[in-house]
T-cell receptor
Framework: DGGITQSPKYLFRKEGQNVTLSCEQN?????MYWYRQDPGQGLRLIYY???????QKGDIAEGYSVSREKKESFPLTVTSAQKNPTAFYLC????????????FGPGTRLTVL | DAKTTQPPSMDCAEGRAANLPCNHS???????VYWYRQIHSQGPQYIIH???NNETNEMASLIITEDRKSSTLILPHATLRDTAVYYC??????????????FGKGTKLSVIP
């Protein structure tokens, strides 16, 4: 099946620790995205990448880092500098032409204790 | 900030049509109207998009007013599985900003048995 996978679904970390969330897609999409969602709120863009080895900051990039070494993978690191890291993290991908409808993964719920 | 306004919640009887309104009075000529929905604790799902003509697909219909300042998403025969938060989003079809989906709080649709 083609799609986007995020693992794990639930993640717990102690305060002050960096944590990396995985996102893999086999849709052959050039663009990938990371969003954050807080309870009762819409999604906010953290980072996006239109091509391998290139990425751009979104609206709330502070305290996060990404890499795009392979087309299929776009891992997100939540660093200790992120003041409120507990949230639902969603990864998406799209083509870069035409409609570029975004396809979303199932999300990772991160809780920092 | 989101460029759309939606009611926070709506109810619909199962089997009836669900009509979800969206105001986007500042929409620009090169911006499309997109609709996504998010079932609880899952990633958002693309539904439909349009520029100025009415659109229909297997999931829904999109009616855009002639002045393009508002639109309505229609689910013709709502089922319990349509219970979700529905997001109306405007974005440029290409160029700057076309990669970003700006989510507001959406409309929480509850389909009642």
């Amino acid at each position: 099946d083609g799609g986007i996978t995020q693992s794990p679904k639930y993640l717990f970390r102690k305060e002050g620790q960096n944590v990396t969330l995985s996102c893999e897609q086999n849709l052959n999409h050039d663009a990938m995205y990371w969003y954050r969602q807080d309870p009762g709120q819409g999604l906010r863009l953290i980072y996006y990448s239109q091509i391998v080895n290139d990425f751009q900051k979104g609206d709330i990039a502070e305290g996060y880092s990404v890499s795009r070494e392979k087309k299929e993978s776009f891992p997100l690191t939540v660093t200790s500098a992120q003041k409120n890291p507990t949230a639902f993290y969603l990864c998406a991908s799209s083509s870069i032409d035409g409609n570029n409808e975004q396809f979303f993964g199932p999300g990772t719920r991160l809780t920092v204790l | 900030d989101a460029k759309t306004t939606q009611p926070p919640s709506m109810d619909c009887a199962e089997g009836r049509a669900a009509n979800l309104p969206c105001n986007h009075s500042t929409i620009s000529g090169n911006e499309y109207v997109y609709w996504y929905r998010q079932i609880h604790s899952q990633g958002p799902q693309y539904i439909i998009h349009g520029l100025k003509n009415n659109e229909t697909n297997e999931m829904a219909s999109l009616i855009i007013t002639e002045d393009r300042k508002s639109s309505t998403l229609i689910l013709p025969h709502a089922t319990l599985r349509d219970t979700a938060v529905y997001y109306c989003i405007v974005r440029p079809y290409s160029g700057a900003g076309s990669y970003q989906l700006t989510f507001g709080k959406g409309t929480k649709l509850s389909v009642i048995p």
